[in-house]
């Protein structure tokens, strides 16, 4: 079985589904790319418990997280199967790690996980599992969280942070909008950090990133990140793998983490 590194993407604006540009077609190429996983651990910006928290149903549902997009978005439905087993295993971890960890049963998939795994995956048939985010916790929480999960991509279980590089809802502009220098400047800096493994320096981008406030009003659209480069172990390094803007600020920068060791 070919070991799986983590990985992060940018999942944008939900009609990345449906709409054709760089982000999308990047999506459906990689998951032609990729070797098959097992199963996949999901952590969406879209999910936060005070807790940690896991999906552990068998048949989680499609969730429409949002409003004011096109009809043709509300009809999708992404079936993938649940993945209990893992769940479980997830869970085990963190408890180990002396993390609280629950698990929902009831909870489906919020279009952080199906809005790129309908690109990545469209037949729907690898088990899907969520990972909550804790919103009031640092960068360094989400980390540790990661590095629970370090070696489940030994078994084939793709650990996907699915967020955004550069977040900034208030700055959007039209289709086609370049991005403004304090957003490839952020995207610019992060992407230097993750590739030389600074994991120092990325849990304090808060201080020490350009416009990292700006970038990033609020952090759940980051913190996938961060449990990513843990669940590669430590020392890890990520590569780019695609780099664009959305809306002008909107970064769909996406990395893979090669697993230390």
């Known amino acids: 079985m070919k070991h799986l590194g983590p990985l992060f993407i940018s999942h944008g604006a939900p009609n990345l589904a449906l709409d054709d540009g760089p982000a999308h077609r990047f999506l459906q190429q990689l998951g032609r790319e990729l070797p098959r996983p097992e199963a996949i ?3 969406s910006a879209h ?5 940690p928290a896991v999906t552990g149903g068998a048949a989680p549902a499609t969730i429409h997280d949002f409003y004011g997009f096109p009809d043709a978005l509300y009809e999708l439905r992404y079936p993938a199967p649940g993945a209990p087993t893992l769940a479980t295993e997830v869970h085990q971890r963190l408890a180990a790690a002396g993390l609280d960890c629950g698990v929902d049963e009831a909870r489906g998939l919020d279009h952080g996980a199906w809005v790129p795994l309908m690109l990545m995956y469209p037949q729907a048939h690898i088990p899907v599992v969520q990972l909550s985010l804790q919103t009031q916790l640092n960068p360094a929480h ?6 629970t999960l370090e070696g489940l991509g030994e078994n084939g279980i793709l650990v996907l942070g699915s967020g955004g590089l550069v977040h900034n809802l208030g700055r959007l502009g039209p289709p086609g909008s370049p991005a403004p220098p304090w957003a490839t400047d952020f995207e610019t800096w992060v992407t230097k950090h993750v590739e030389a493994g600074d994991a120092d320096a990325l849990l304090d981008y808060r201080t020490a990133a350009p416009a990292a406030a700006t970038a990033h009003p609020t952090e759940e659209h980051l913190l996938p990140l961060f449990t990513a480069l843990g669940a590669a172990g430590a020392g890890a390094r990520g590569r780019p793998l695609h780099r664009s803007f959305d809306y002008a600020s909107l970064a769909m920068s996406c990395y893979a983490f090669d697993m230390a060791g």
């Open 41 to 43: 651990l999901v952590i």
């Open 142 to 147: 989400h980390y540790a969280v990661g590095r």
């Open 47 to 51: 999910w936060s418990t005070t807790a």
